[in-house]
């Protein structure tokens, strides 16, 4: 399956990354390996073969869940660039990036 520039440029505008020609070109190709790759895996004959949801064995792992005291606030904030009401400000990703 071809995956075209046009379709690497729609969901790189989708995801707000931007891409110069020649990155674009190679993100094509290279995808359009991985989706062939992945295609052939369909010509394997699996019928037998009991499904593998995980390679390690694995016990139940859940701990008990008991309240703990938090950290003090004031600590935890000491290394925080920018917060209000104990609240992290971080720039904006949406709309151009601008304050919020």
Not at 29 to 45: G, Y
Not at 67 to 84: C, I, M, T, W, Y
């Amino acid at each position: 399956m071809k995956i075209t520039q046009e379709e690497v440029r729609h969901v790189a505008k989708l995801s707000k990354l931007a891409f110069s020609e020649e990155e674009t070109i190679t993100f094509a190709t290279t995808l359009s390996k991985i989706v062939d790759m992945v295609e052939l895996l369909n010509e394997v004959d699996t019928r037998g073969v009991p499904v593998t949801t995980t390679m390690a064995e694995r016990k139940n792992v859940m701990r008990e869940d008991i309240a703990q005291k938090g950290e003090a606030r004031e600590e935890l904030f000491q290394n925080v660039p920018d917060s209000h009401h104990y609240l992290i400000k971080v720039p904006a990703i949406l709309d151009g990036g601008g304050d919020a």
